[in-house]
Nanobody
Framework: VQLQASGGGMVQAGGSLRLSCTAS????????MGWFRQARGKEREFVAA????????DYSDSVKGRFTISRDNAKSTVYLQLSSLKPEDTALYYC?????????????????WGQGTQVTVSS
């Protein structure tokens, strides 16, 4: 399965972006999906995850209340709405899929990854 992430860009603090991640196969509709990010010089960190039907969603504490993950299985696409952006949100954002239906914060549970889309937030 290949994932294509898009929607990144440069935005001022307080602004918004919507990231999209589209899978090459419809079979991902029963997979848990997640978003991770990696800032320069830092380790990759969990951002958000969603179960196959959206019934279970998890967020990291750093983005809870500001970011929203959602999915449209008919379009094989997962979204990450970023709002109230802060300079510390600057990172390369990756989407990932797991061969399991539930949401998980554990990056080792994800089997396939997208190429990443850059988000840069200026102060």
């Amino acid at each position: 399965v290949q994932l294509q992430a898009s929607g990144g860009g440069m935005v001022q603090a307080g602004g918004s972006l919507r990231l999209s991640c589209t899978a090459s196969r419809r079979s991902t509709s029963n997979h848990g999906m997640g978003w991770f990010r990696q800032a320069r010089g830092k380790e990759r960190e969990f951002v958000a995850a969603i179960s196959w039907n959206g019934g279970r969603i998890d967020y990291s504490d750093s983005v809870k209340g500001r970011f929203t993950i959602s999915r449209d299985n008919a379009k094989s696409t997962v979204y990450l709405q970023l709002s109230s952006l802060k300079p510390e949100d600057t990172a390369l954002y990756y989407c990932a899929g797991a061969y399991r239906s539930c949401a998980t914060v554990d990056s080792t549970q994800y089997a396939y990854w997208g190429q990443g889309t850059q988000v840069t937030v200026s102060s």
